[in-house]
């Protein structure tokens, strides 16, 4: 692991995703190799701009993330992508087309995209994210873009991993009542109007100027906090610009503030959290409980034993085991 290490913050781009596939392992000796990549790596992090980019599916967002990936990185910044793709509830499998999505990004040496499958993990995003994105920062990515799966208002998760969350909205999003709906906007630090250009120029505008009305009447996210709403064609050079220095300026107001070290201490111990909730449930896998899931679940689903005694059995259970 202190191999892998050094080769990840050397910027080696094969060891850095070989890191990310370590992490996102569910091998239980992977686990313990990909906590002591992390310790050796975490005190190279948190020096990138988090920014989680949302939206409903169509309305542009791999287009938008593309774009400015290229003006960050005309910028003179180095940028990682990390699109999560939705996993079939079926198969479980996933497409990952986000690099074809992104040929010119993906393409660049100053840009690096992964994609990874959301799992059973809601919220859209995958369950290790946050840990990739600690990979990106330490292999020198000072821009890490998370793109999440698109489903609407659950899509709520991103918000406790990253900086700044953009909303990327339609212009044929709906009206002003419409937006006040949809609770992922609560959750906006800007929002941006995408595909305005040609004869959605004036759509655009108007769902533009009832986003700025709906935001208004909702509850500011940070105490003083204006989201900025924006109108954007992601083949505009111009106006991507404009999006991408009002990102930097909504960054930099966080930064100086003091508000983006006690966000940054917050999601750190929220995802801890998180954690022990999953190594919770994983436990429930141990091989002496097996017998007993199986029963108390035949017995909840013939319904012999409420839902909340089931629990109950099995965390008893888990203490036995775990004592």
Sequence with gaps: MTTLAEQVRAGDRRSLARAITLVESTRADHGDEARALLDELLPHTGRAMRIGVSGAPGAGKSTLI????????????????????????????SILGDKTRMAELSRHPDAFIRPSPSGATLGGVARRTREAMLLCEAAGFDVVLV???GVGQSEVAVADLVDLFLFVASPAGGDELQGIKRGIMELADLIVVNKADGDLVPAAQRAASDLRKAVHLLRPKRPGWTVEVLTCSAFSLEDVARLWEALVAAHGRLAESGALERLRAEQAVSWMWSEVREQLLARLDDPGLRDLKERVSDAVAAGELSATSGARRLLD???DVTA
Excluded at 69 to 92: F, K, M, N, Q, Y
């Design 147 to 149: 793109e999440t799966v």
């Design 66 to 93: 593309e774009a400015l990936g290229l003006a960050a990185i005309e910028a003179g910044h180095r940028v990682a992508v990390l699109a999560v793709d939705p996993s079939s509830a079926r198969t479980g499998g």
């Design 317 to 319: 259970a888990l203490d």
